[in-house]
């Protein structure tokens, strides 16, 4: 079944342990903030931290386990049907962060839409761990510095992660509008569970 993650909007859903999700980057040119918790605990959830300590690389490739904050395996990404740049350095979005570029009205952000997505399921927690930035584009130099690059996905790239714990997983299509990441325009994404 394909749900829409309506554009600058965020939306969460169950997945059972073998269960598969793919999140399509539907128009090509969107940013998918993903986040994983534990179902039956939501103080365990998908770490970048300790994902990269894992995976001693950036971002994921195909195959690669997801962990959570206590170093057990979440999801695998079984497949990557785009160009494969993902980030993991940057925190969700949150308005406070549209502030700092100069916006000076509420802005929707990644924080608030993991927020209303848990909501509709009834679930709340007090803390936003940081996403798996899917599709984003952040190159990095040598000095250590970084850039915001254009998405360089096409229509209907996606990605497929199967569940290795019972779990919930959440999705941002990012709003940010004021960097190039989702190529000026945030749109619509999918996820499909299957
Ligand atoms: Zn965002």
Known sequence: MKHTIPARSGKAHRLEKGQSVRVINTHGNQVVDFWAFNANDFREYMGMEHCRAFWSRLFPVAGDKMLT???????????????GRHDTLIAPCDNERYGLLGC??????????????LANLGIT????????????NIPWRQDG???????????G???????????IVAFSACPQDMLPINNGTPTEAHFEIV
């Open 69 to 83: 904050n206590r170093r057990r395996a979440i999801l695998t990404l079984v497949e990557d049907n785009s160009p």
């Open 104 to 117: 000076t009205h509420y802005h929707d952000n990644c924080r608030d839409n993991l927020h209303a997505g």
């Open 125 to 136: 927690i007090p803390y936003t761990p940081n996403s798996l930035n899917l599709f984003m």
């Open 145 to 155: 510095s970084l850039e915001w690059g254009n998405c360089l996905c096409r229509p």
């Open 157 to 167: 790239d996606n990605v497929l992660f199967t569940a290795e714990m019972d779990c």
